[in-house]
């Protein structure tokens, strides 16, 4: 079954480094997402991007973020200063066609000390 | 008034328990709606689409309630296995976002 991977699994940084979170979608899906859950909290939605261009975004999607499809498979999420708060499982999605066909990936456990 | 709305939990039925969850969301306009199962510190799985005239997949059915925006869960004969959160989740618009509710958490018991 075709999957979505997302590297790191963990990535441990400090209060104010760039990281960049990494996602393969699965190949022929067209739209890809960003989510986010804090520990112990709700899956909360970040950005939507499709034809090269971010669709939809939240409130909590701000200057301090940005998307990029790089090349034909990887779609990367940059947090450019990290706080405190940003520690969180960042979840990668895809979908071919709307939202009844989402793929989650496994996640990546970031950890802002 | 929170999206989605969802009790937390712990609900502890017995093996072979009948159990049902419930959800309510605020925005009347919502086009399509879900229940996703998370298992701890796992990403969530697609469980089963939800439509108006209700769906049934194998032990699990689900109902939808436009009029009161009402969403409900039923599990049979529950096994171990079922243990996990159960996220109830809208698409609010016309795009392809989704709202997560908190998750209901089951625990079932041998």
């Known amino acids: 079954e075709p999957e979505v991977t997302q590297t790191p699994s963990h990535q441990v940084t400090q209060m104010g480094q760039e990281v960049i979170l990494r996602c393969v979608p699965i190949s022929n899906h067209l739209y890809f997402y960003w989510y986010r859950q804090i520990l112990g909290q709700k899956v909360e939605f970040l950005v939507s991007f499709y034809n090269n261009e971010i669709s939809e975004k939240s409130e909590i999607f701000d200057d301090q973020f940005s998307v990029e499809r790089p090349d034909g498979s990887n779609f990367t999420l940059k947090i450019r200063s990290t706080k405190l708060e940003d520690s969180a499982m960042y979840f990668c999605a895809s979908s071919y066609r709307d939202s009844h066909g989402y793929t989650f990936g496994s996640g990546t456990r970031l950890t802002v000390v | 008034r929170k999206e989605v709305e969802q009790d937390p939990g712990p609900f502890n039925v017995p093996e072979g328990a009948t159990v049902a969850f419930n959800c309510t969301y605020s925005?009347?306009?919502?086009?399509?709606f879900f229940w996703y199962r998370q298992d701890c510190r796992k990403e969530p799985k697609l469980l089963m689409s939800?439509?108006?005239s209700g769906n049934e997949d194998g032990r699990f059915t689900a109902q939808l309630n436009r009029a009161s925006q009402y969403i409900s869960l039923l599990i049979r004969d529950s096994k171990l296995s079922d243990s996990a959160t159960y996220l109830c989740v809208v698409n609010p618009n016309a795009g392809n976002m989704l709202t997560f509710g908190g998750g209901t958490r089951l625990m079932v018991k041998p």
């Open positions: 925005n009347s306009a919502s086009q399509s």
């Open positions: 939800v439509y108006s």
